[in-house]
């Protein structure tokens, strides 16, 4: 069995509630998507946690902290570089292994034995492309992406959890009680976002893989804190807070 999440963005207390849920179910494997850092107020410590996973991607927001944020609106742009001036404010060998480990990802991951590939995006773009919901009535976009996934892609990003099939479809996990059982038929799966869902849940999000049976699961976490401290940075937008209570 295996934990997929994705695009943390800083947010310590959903990261510890999703890791406390998934041990508590016994998954001792974890994967992370990418976008650890970006919009939230513990970057380093999210960092610092997720190093001990089994494996994670580069987000774009990890991208843009490292090197250069491009195409980002003014809110995110200053959260990156504040991200960025944390990183950099860390000493020690602590804040080198940081910068090491973000510069390290890779922006795909390829599971032979079940012929899967992972991507913070999409496999045509898996540092940058959206996959969204309405994406489905985009047939040459669906169509192209889904001609560079062997069997099945899981992916982050839109921050949107849910199954596209190879016959564009999109099914949200409400609409499939939250489990979907791979076959023959091609997909991408987004597992959602663990620190700043935005499909009108406000609550964790994130996906176990256990043979066929993929299974999304939402998870509480204590936001008011996190908000709290958004609203005590100025470089980060008290919108990046509010909109945690909407799940938007
Ligand atoms: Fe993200």
């Given at each position: 069995m295996r934990a997929l999440i994705s695009d943390?963005?800083?947010?310590l207390e959903a990261l510890q509630a999703v890791l406390a849920d998934i041990e508590s179910k016994g998954i001792k494997e974890i994967f992370c998507l990418g976008d650890v850092v970006g919009y939230g107020p513990n970057p380093a410590e999210c960092i610092d946690l997720v190093m001990d996973l089994d494996m994670c991607l580069l987000g774009n927001h990890d991208s843009a902290a490292l090197f250069d944020p491009e195409g980002f609106n003014a809110g995110a742009e200053r959260a990156i570089f504040w991200t960025r001036s944390v990183l950099e404010r860390g000493t020690g060998s602590k804040a080198e292994r940081r910068w090491d480990f973000l510069g390290e990802l890779s922006r795909r991951y390829r599971d032979e034995a079940s012929r899967t590939i992972f991507v913070?995006?999409?496999?045509?773009?898996?540092?940058?492309?959206y996959v969204f919901?309405?994406?489905?009535?985009n047939q040459v976009k669906m169509e192209k992406i889904f001609a560079l996934i062997e069997r099945y892609c899981f992916q982050g990003h839109t921050h949107i959890p849910g199954v596209f099939t190879e016959s564009l479809e999109f099914f949200s996990p409400e609409e499939i009680g939250f489990r979907y059982q791979l076959d023959h038929q091609k997909v991408m799966i987004n597992v959602g976002?663990?620190?700043?869902?935005?499909?009108?849940?406000?609550r964790s999000s994130y996906v176990t893989v256990d043979g066929n049976e993929v299974q999304f699961h939402r998870v509480s976490y204590d936001m008011e804190k996190t908000i709290e401290k958004i609203y005590a940075i100025p470089e980060l937008d008290n919108f990046l807070g509010d909109r945690l209570r909407e799940g938007r």
């Open positions: 943390i963005h800083g947010n913070h995006g999409s496999a045509r773009n898996p540092l940058n492309e919901p309405d994406d489905i009535y976002s663990v620190g700043q869902p935005r499909n009108n849940d406000p």
